[in-house]
């Protein structure tokens, strides 16, 4: 089966399963800013893909760069030693993702069994939407407005810098995937990222998960979350390190599920499988 149609067929049983699919996080890098460091040796990564799979997750997504702001960019060369073994490792056991901005990191990971290429750059390079087309893969498509590298803190980004984030973002989002669609990127396999914590303020982050359901309803596509650990959270409690959020990463990834996400990308498998299941069962709470 073709890349796209892995990717489709794991999405449908997630959704028959929990509503949802769970996307599992491993960092394969010694600066990302929830767990940078943790899996940097290949017996640490691939332990992290079996908690990973054992907990629940659907998919893995893997990357060798760091996107935190700030973060300088990591040769390919170097990004392609951290993950590419640990590809290999985990496409015998789950469908993978490869969180890569570089067009040769992308190719080498799908010729080793990825069937998903995750871009954090709202497709500021047109040669990895070629990739992407060309193995048929499915192509995560992250709303962002520049290169982390420039980003200059953990969501600080101007409030007048939207006129309404949610229109915004949409609009912006679509020009991306228009120009991605054109270089033959298959429809069945894109998937619309709002971006949370990118060139976003705490608010601007806030009010995008708080308007899942347009985002879901205007982008065409099944729509990702990816909440988990970061900064925004703090808006809920200001003093908590990104290893203390885990209840508003799990509150995000629910309120998410419940109005229309159809991926979620997280560090807390189990916690956010938990919750899901158990309201699931209650008919989320209107029963």
Same mark, same amino acid.
């Given at each position: 089966?073709?890349?796209?149609?892995?990717?489709?067929?794991?999405?449908?049983?997630?959704?028959?399963?929990?509503?949802?699919?769970?996307?599992?996080?491993?960092?394969?890098?010694?600066?990302?800013?929830?767990?940078?460091?943790?899996?940097?040796?290949?017996?640490?990564?691939?332990?992290?893909?079996?908690?990973?799979?054992?907990?629940?997750?659907?998919?893995?997504?893997?990357?060798?760069?760091?996107?935190?702001?700030?973060?300088?960019?990591?040769?390919?060369?170097?990004?392609?030693?951290r993950v590419l073994p640990v590809v290999r490792y985990?496409?015998?056991?789950?469908?993978?993702?490869?969180?890569?901005?570089?067009?040769?990191?992308?190719?080498?990971?799908?010729?080793?069994?990825?069937?998903?290429?995750?871009?954090?750059?709202? /497709?500021?390079? $047109?040669?990895?939407? @070629? +990739?992407?087309?060309?193995? =048929? %893969? #499915?192509?995560?498509?992250?709303? &962002? !407005? *520049?290169?982390?590298?420039?980003?200059?803190?953990?969501?600080?980004?101007?409030?007048? /810098?939207?006129? $309404?984030?949610?229109? @915004? +973002?949409?609009?912006?989002? =679509? %020009? #991306?995937?228009?120009?991605?669609? &054109? !270089? *033959?990127?298959?429809?069945?396999?894109?998937?619309?990222?709002?971006?949370?914590?990118?060139?976003?303020?705490?608010?601007?982050?806030?009010?995008?998960?708080?308007?899942?359901?347009?985002?879901?309803?205007?982008?065409?596509?099944?729509?990702?979350?990816?909440?988990?650990?970061?900064?925004?959270?703090?808006?809920?409690?200001?003093?908590?390190?990104?290893?203390?959020?885990?209840?508003?990463?799990?509150?995000?990834?629910?309120?998410?599920?419940?109005?229309?996400?159809?991926?979620?990308?997280?560090?807390?498998?189990?916690?956010?499988?938990?919750?899901?299941?158990?309201?699931?069962?209650?008919?989320?709470?209107?029963?």
């Open positions: 089966m073709e890349r796209v149609g892995v990717f489709v067929s794991v999405l449908q049983r997630a959704a028959s399963r929990r509503g949802v699919l769970l996307m599992g996080v491993c960092n394969v890098t010694p600066d990302s800013f929830s767990d940078g460091g943790r899996y940097l040796s290949l017996d640490e990564a691939r332990a992290r893909v079996d908690e990973l799979v054992k907990e629940g997750a659907d998919a893995v997504d893997i990357g060798g760069e760091s996107t935190r702001p700030g973060a300088s960019p990591v040769p390919p060369e170097e990004q392609l030693a985990a496409s015998k056991l789950t469908t993978v993702s490869v969180d890569t901005t570089h067009p040769l990191v992308a190719e080498a990971c799908l010729d080793a069994g990825a069937c998903i290429v995750n871009d954090v750059s709202c /497709g500021s390079d $047109d040669a990895l939407a @070629d +990739v992407v087309a060309r193995h =048929r %893969a #499915a192509y995560i498509l992250m709303h &962002a !407005r *520049g290169l982390q590298e420039k980003m200059r803190g953990f969501s600080a980004y101007p409030e007048a /810098g939207y006129a $309404d984030v949610v229109v @915004d +973002v949409l609009r912006e989002w =679509r %020009a #991306a995937a228009e120009r991605a669609l &054109a !270089r *033959g990127v298959d429809p069945a396999g894109l998937v619309m990222d709002p971006g949370l914590g990118f060139a976003k303020s705490a608010r601007q982050s806030a009010d995008l998960l708080a308007n899942v359901r347009k985002l879901s309803d205007e982008a065409g596509v099944p729509v990702l979350v990816g909440a988990s650990r970061k900064s925004f959270l703090k808006l809920w409690d200001e003093t908590a390190e990104p290893g203390e959020r885990l209840g508003a990463s799990v509150a995000a990834a629910v309120l998410a599920a419940r109005t229309g996400a159809q991926l979620l990308r997280v560090h807390d498998v189990r916690a956010t499988r938990q919750a899901i299941d158990l309201l699931r069962s209650m008919r989320w709470g209107d029963a």
